[in-house]
């Protein structure tokens, strides 16, 4: 089973940009999708979005457009882009992965957009 490591969260301003990395440990991380959640302060934990081994990429409606999933097998890790920020961006981010259902969570990094 892979072990998840988030890093890249802060704070910046509305309209910025800034990219979150999740390392993977273990062989089979290729084999796993894997995902992007958030949970802002006194909301649920809520979907991002997703990569498939393939490269198959999903997006909330929230995000679409404006983040981006990647993921590169050779240095077991998954990245999100965020550009155009808002202040409604700010939560902590999760990473996750999953064969069948998201069952590994990463510790989460937290995002903090400013007005």
């Known amino acids: 089973q892979v072990q998840l490591v988030e890093s890249g969260g802060g704070l910046v301003q509305a309209g910025d940009s800034l990219r979150l990395s999740c390392a993977a440990s273990g062989r089979t991380f290729s084999t796993y999708f894997m995902g992007w959640f958030r949970q802002a302060p006194g909301k649920e934990r809520e979907f991002v979005a997703r990569?498939?081994?393939?490269?198959?990429?999903y997006y909330a409606d929230s995000v679409k457009g404006r983040f981006t999933i990647s993921r590169d097998n050779a240095k077991n890790s998954v990245y999100r882009q965020m550009n155009s920020l808002k202040p409604e961006d700010t939560a902590v981010y999760y990473c996750?992965?999953?064969?069948?259902?998201?069952?590994?969570w990463g510790q989460g990094t937290q995002v903090t957009v400013s007005s």
């Open positions: 996750a992965a999953g064969r069948s259902t998201f069952e590994v």
């Open positions: 990569i498939t081994s393939g490269g198959t990429t």
